[in-house]
C-alpha cells in the first residue's frame, strides 16, 4: 500500500526567507502526487501536482516541487514567504495499487506559520 | 471554482442520532469521495464511490454507509451518531483515479 510522510507538523519562517515543507512517500507504481493547501476555516484547494511527465513542478502562488524518485521525495518550495502563505499543507499521493481505485492518500499536514 | 455543495455545512446531533450528510457535484466526474479531517490525522479516507451504485470502503468506514443512487449526489450517513464522529467531513471529486480532487467546503458536525 502506498503511503505519504510529512517530516515536519509545524514550520515557521519569517516573511521573506524561503519555505520547504517535506514529503515522502512510499509507492510501487509511478504515483501521481499533489500538494494541498488549507486556509483557515476553509476548503481545500489543489498547489500542483506531478503525473510523470517533468519532475519540477511549478505551482500557483510562487510554489514548485521536485519529484525525486531516487529519494522518494515530493518536497515543497518557494522562494521567499508572504503572511498571506500560513495555511496547512499537504502532500497527496494517488493510491492505484492493490485495486483501489481512485484513493487518495493524504499525509497529516503541515501548518506553515510566517513571522512579519 | 468546481460545483460541489455540501449539506448541511454545519450541524449538531445528539448521541445514537441518525445524521445524513450531502455531497452534490455539477461536474459529471465519476469518482466521489467522504473524507474526516481532525487534528494530527489529515484527511482519512470513510468511503468512495467509482460508478452510481458503486461505492468501496475507506480506511475509517465503521459507523459510516454511503449511497450513490445518481452521479450527482453521494449520501453519507452515520447510523447512530457517537461523540467520536465528531469532526469536519469533506466531500471530493475526481474525474479518473488520478487526477486531482476538488473539494467541498466541509460540514462541521459536533455530536453532543
Known amino acids: 500500500a502506498q503511503s505519504v510522510t510529512q517530516l515536519d507538523s509545524h514550520v515557521s519562517v519569517s516573511e521573506g526567507t524561503p519555505v520547504l515543507l517535506r514529503c515522502n512517500y512510499s509507492s510501487s507504481y509511478s504515483p501521481s502526487l499533489f500538494w494541498y493547501v488549507q486556509h483557515p476555516n476553509k476548503g481545500l484547494q489543489l498547489l500542483l501536482k506531478y503525473t510523470s511527465a517533468a519532475t519540477l513542478v511549478k505551482g500557483i502562488n510562487g510554489f514548485e516541487a521536485e519529484f525525486k524518485k531516487s529519494e522518494t521525495s515530493f518536497h515543497l518550495t518557494k522562494p521567499s514567504a508572504h503572511m498571506s502563505d500560513a495555511a496547512e499543507y499537504f502532500c497527496v499521493v494517488s493510491d492505484l495499487d492493490g485495486g483501489s481505485q481512485g484513493n487518495l492518500i493524504f499525509g497529516k499536514g503541515t501548518k506553515l506559520s510566517v513571522k512579519p | 471554482d468546481a460545483g460541489i455543495t455540501q449539506s448541511p455545512r454545519h450541524k449538531v446531533t445528539e448521541t445514537g442520532t441518525p445524521v445524513t450528510l450531502r455531497c452534490h457535484q455539477t461536474?459529471?466526474?465519476?469518482?466521489m469521495y467522504w473524507y474526516r479531517q481532525d487534528p494530527g490525522h489529515g484527511l482519512r479516507l470513510i468511503h468512495y464511490?467509482?460508478?452510481?451504485?458503486?461505492?468501496d470502503k475507506g480506511e475509517v468506514s465503521d459507523g459510516y454507509s454511503v449511497s450513490r443512487s445518481k452521479t450527482e449526489d453521494f449520501l453519507l450517513t452515520l447510523e447512530s451518531a457517537t461523540s467520536s464522529q465528531t469532526s469536519v467531513y469533506f466531500c471530493?471529486?475526481?474525474?479518473?483515479?488520478?487526477?486531482?480532487?476538488?473539494f467541498g467546503q466541509g460540514t462541521r458536525l459536533t455530536v453532543v
Open positions: 471530493a471529486i475526481t474525474e479518473t483515479g488520478d487526477t486531482e480532487a476538488f
Open positions: 464511490s467509482y460508478g452510481v451504485k458503486d461505492t
Open positions: 461536474e459529471n466526474h465519476r469518482y
